[in-house]
């Protein structure tokens, strides 16, 4: 049995320059080379395994390494696709019952976002209100506080004159053109290929509207109603992508003087917002009292698979009483999903590139386009999914060439950060 070697203790470089000047015998380096030789065949070195085996070993051993990593990318990713592709289920499913109840829809997603937003600016020490204190002025917030509260009713509000969820999801992937305009107004430049997507993206709008409209003509049978209708819907959409482009550049050059405090932004912009729905009261409880009076939603596990036999009578009674109007649980729904889809973009966008925040959410709009087309049942016209295939390709093409930043006209050589 041979005897292990002891390990000494490693010198130091600066030891050694002290003995060599004070005249001592240097001792070598002795090198315990034992941890190394055990980690090179740990990962496969001087391993007598077939070349497959020695992959396989190696790979799984770099998939637990990175497991984390892959966790925390699987999360980001269930929360964008899981939570807005089931927002827009959700939406949908309440837009084909009761259209007129986006208004309704808006306050209640306002409202849940600044309750679960006061829990990230609570502050026990700051009576009465105990919120922190805000890095940037509350007048600075009060325009983007109106622009945000027009834009979302807008935005809900156009599902009343006969637009449908595809076409909403086409018409507001388009928003790179008002985006493109108000930024060329407002001093930016803008590369070729980002001008030739917005061009695309433009052709694509109008030939996914335009055939929409021509569809819904044919369908009825009716122009003197249903495309005034069309139009108005249309119109809206329009006003609220011009009001979300002066939004956006407003934002920039907020976060650009105070800092990207987002988290108050968010919170701000849908606590302010509250009161402005004041003056749509009544209508905001005409629409929840219809939604309440909804047919009630099937429990298939209470319904189908449940003994109801062997639970005492009373419980029974209980179960059998219990009445969830379907469109209420579809609001529940519609609101949480949409605070998981929030966060999901914003961890998305604390971990990585705008860019890569783009090419997601465009992967995720078609995702949501589709499940749109499956699970309810849309027929779009033929000129409709040519508009929507131009769309798509249009913003990959403009968020590819979007990794360099447009350059203000007055500021190229400032040597500002843009």
């Not at 595809?166 to 060329?184: D, E, K, Y």
């Not at 030739?196 to 993206?201: D, H, Q, Y």
Request: glycine letters at 8%; proline letters at 5%.
């Amino acid at each position: 049995m041979t005897s292990r070697s002891v390990p000494r203790r490693r010198q130091t470089l600066r030891e050694s320059h002290a003995a060599s000047r004070n005249g001592a015998a240097v001792t070598p380096k002795v090198i315990n080379a034992g941890p190394s030789l055990e980690k090179a065949e740990l990962y496969g070195i001087d391993d007598q395994r077939p070349t497959f085996s020695k992959l396989m070993g190696l790979a799984g051993r770099i998939f637990i390494e990175t497991i984390p990593q892959w966790l925390a990318v699987g999360a980001m990713l269930s929360l964008i696709f899981g939570g807005c592709c089931s927002n827009v289920f959700a939406l949908e499913a309440i837009i084909k019952v009761e259209p007129a109840s986006g208004t309704l829809l808006t306050f209640v997603q306002f409202l849940f976002v600044a309750v679960t937003g006061y829990i990230s600016q609570f502050d026990w020490t700051r009576p009465p209100f105990f919120v922190k204190p805000n890095r940037v002025p509350i007048r600075r917030w009060l325009i983007n506080i109106v622009l945000f509260f027009s834009i979302n009713v807008l935005n809900n509000h156009a599902f009343s004159y006969d637009i449908s969820v595809p076409v909403h999801i086409i018409l507001r992937s388009g928003g790179s053109i008002t985006t493109m305009i108000a930024g060329s107004l407002y001093g930016k430049r803008y590369s070729r290929i980002q001008v030739v997507a917005v061009l695309l993206l433009t052709v694509g709008v109008v030939t996914a509207a335009w055939s929409d409209s021509q569809s819904k003509d044919l369908t009825t049978g009716d122009s003197q109603d249903t495309v005034p209708k069309f139009s108005t819907g249309l119109a809206v959409l329009l006003v609220a992508q011009i009001l979300s482009a002066i939004m956006g550049l407003y934002t920039e050059e907020t976060y650009r003087k105070y800092g990207p405090h987002w988290k108050e932004n968010l919170f701000y912009s849908h606590l302010l917002s509250l009161p402005l729905f004041l003056p749509f009261s009544r209508s905001l409880v005409s629409q929840f009292i219809r939604l309440a009076n909804s047919k009630p939603l099937v429990l298939p596990v209470v319904a189908g698979q449940a003994n109801l036999t062997s639970i005492p009578a009373g419980v029974q009674q209980k179960i059998e009483g219990i009445y969830i109007p379907s469109q209420v649980a579809y609001l529940a729904l519609n609101v949480l999903t949409q605070y998981a889809c929030i966060r999901g973009v914003n961890l998305l966008a604390a971990a990585s590139s705008a860019l890569t925040v783009t090419i997601v959410l465009n992967i995720r709009k078609l995702v949501s386009l589709l499940l749109s087309i499956w699970l309810f049942g849309n027929r779009l016209a033929t000129g409709t999914l040519i508009g929507a295939i131009v769309v798509f390709s249009a913003g990959g093409l403009y968020s590819l060439d979007s990794k360099k930043k447009p350059i203000p006209k007055g500021k190229a050589g400032s040597g500002k950060a843009g």
